[in-house]
């Protein structure tokens, strides 16, 4: 299995350092809001990561992060005047669920910042020992890079002519303005109750530090691979390497992961520029996270994909042609052709994940199975689908999302159905029928589906 390692720019073979077990850490939502699809493209992205690593039979720990304290999920609580906890909870449920909605395997380990408060002191403690942290005349402690001689390797930056020790405390910067990064920030008016004591005052740590923390307590000091969104990958990254390798004098990750945007009308969807959809959001508008999943799927993680509501549409045929060629398939022994199709397939998601090549090959296989019968090819549906996760992942497809227009209406129906005025009921029924919507009755009640 190769890949392509943004440390090294380099397509690479990955091999488990240990016991046969790639090591992945993946950085996690900020959970001061609903997660975008956009996040979601990098979370799909990293559960396809981790199933093709599965299908070459190596084992996985992944960890997954929750931000659950930094300026977002502080503004958002103290806006609303409750406890952080209480607010990022809301968030953290709505995370899970829509991992679920989308078919995506849970993590190993998803340990929360908040949780994990005294590993980051501990942390930062080591780094001001080591005189690579001080603590400024704003009370925040922060990383001095220039003292990190390493600075900039996975940017693929220079900045020796730019080390001017400036100081940031903001978590995100750009290139241009890199300077010395917060490792514990101080206690703010605008924090309200939020805040723990450190060896430096009351205060929070920096994003930065909460990865770097997290990652080496649940995976080593060195491990095997850590993935993100590639707006990740400068400073977020950056500074984990630095505070990490600083600390440790070893070398923290092997190889780094990126993918690409997700973008709507050319432009990244973010919360900041307003232009997002919820996985809620497609969901209410009657498409089915199996759909949405097979869209963020199926380009390239190193490409950017435009999100269309025509891609959703075309999911949807495309599922349909899948679902009518398995459904004719039988278990038995497999036909060379499908064989060969499976060898392609097992290529192209060994050659750093190429999704497009992958599924170029399942549908070569629909085609053959069409024309010469489908017997003894349901094994190779089942073999591609431990990595695509769509083909048989039935619950979204049976169990559609009931859009709340066509719930009110279903009601409204069941009511005049126990009144046992089959008139409004007719009535009823036609005008989901002219919404799109099917309805069935039998004695457990009615039940819906899309037309
Ligand atoms: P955040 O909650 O903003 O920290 O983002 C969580 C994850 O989603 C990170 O790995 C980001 O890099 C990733 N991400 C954010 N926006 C997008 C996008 N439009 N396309 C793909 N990944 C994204
Ligand atoms: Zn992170």
Redo the contacts with the bound molecule.
């Keep these: 299995m190769n890949v392509f390692n943004s440390l090294t720019r380099r397509n690479e073979e990955l091999k488990p350092l240990e016991n046969n077990t790639i090591r992945l ?1 993946t ?2 939502p900020t959970v001061y809001n609903f997660a975008h699809i956009g996040n979601f493209r990098a979370y799909t992205f990293e559960d396809i990561l981790r199933r093709v690593i599965q299908f070459n039979g190596m084992k996985i720990k992944q960890v997954m ?1 929750l ?1 659950d304290v930094d300026d977002k999920t502080i503004k958002g609580a103290n806006a609303k005047g409750v406890a952080l906890t209480d607010y990022t909870k809301t968030y953290k449920d709505a995370f899970f669920a829509d991992l679920k909605k989308l078919n995506v395997q849970p993590a190993e380990v998803y340990p929360a910042a908040t949780d994990h408060i005294p590993e980051m002191i501990a942390l930062v403690q080591k780094l001001m020992d080591k005189g690579i942290a001080y603590q400024s005349d704003d009370k925040s402690v922060y990383f001095k890079v220039r003292e990190f001689p390493g600075y900039g390797k996975l940017a693929h930056i220079d900045f020796d002519n730019q080390r001017t020790g400036l100081r940031c405390a903001d978590d995100e910067y750009d290139k241009e303005n890199v300077g010395d990064f917060a490792l514990w920030k101080a206690w703010e008016e605008s924090d309200g109750p939020v805040g723990w004591d450190s060896p430096w005052g009351r205060g929070r740590p920096g ?2 530090i ?2 770097s923390a997290m ?1 080496m307590k649940y995976l080593g000091e060195t491990f095997d691979l850590h993935t ?1 969104g590639i707006d ?1 990958l400068f400073p ?2 950056e500074n ?1 390497i630095a505070q990490a390798e600083a600390a440790t004098g070893k070398e923290f990750v092997k190889t780094w992961m990126h993918c690409a945007h997700l973008r709507v009308n050319g432009e990244k969807m973010s919360k900041s520029l307003g232009n997002f959809f919820t996985l809620r959001d497609l969901l209410d508008k009657g498409y089915t996270g199996r759909e949405i999943r097979y869209v963020l799927i199926n380009a390239h993680y190193r490409s950017g994909l435009n999100f269309a509501f025509d891609a959703l549409e075309d999911a949807r045929k495309a599922l349909a042609r899948i679902d009518a060629c398995v459904e004719k398939a039988t278990d038995g022994e497999t036909p060379d052709w499908a064989q060969k199709h499976l060898d392609d397939f097992a290529a192209a998601v060994n050659d750093d994940l190429n999704m497009p090549k992958a599924f170029a090959a399942l549908f070569e296989l629909v085609r053959d199975a069409n024309g010469k019968g489908g017997a003894g090819v349901l094994p190779v549906f089942k073999r591609m689908d431990e990595v695509l996760g769509v083909i048989f992942f039935e619950n979204e497809k049976k169990a559609v999302e009931i859009p709340a227009d066509i719930q009110a209406i279903l009601d409204q129906r069941a009511v005049a159905r126990q009144a046992k005025n089959w008139a409004e009921s007719d009535r009823l029924r036609d005008e989901l029928a002219a919404k799109g919507w099917l309805v069935k009755d039998s004695k457990d009640g009615q039940s819906c589906t899309r037309k």
């Design positions: 850490y950085c996690g992060n931000t994003w930065h909460e990865c990652s993100g990740n977020h990254h984990e």
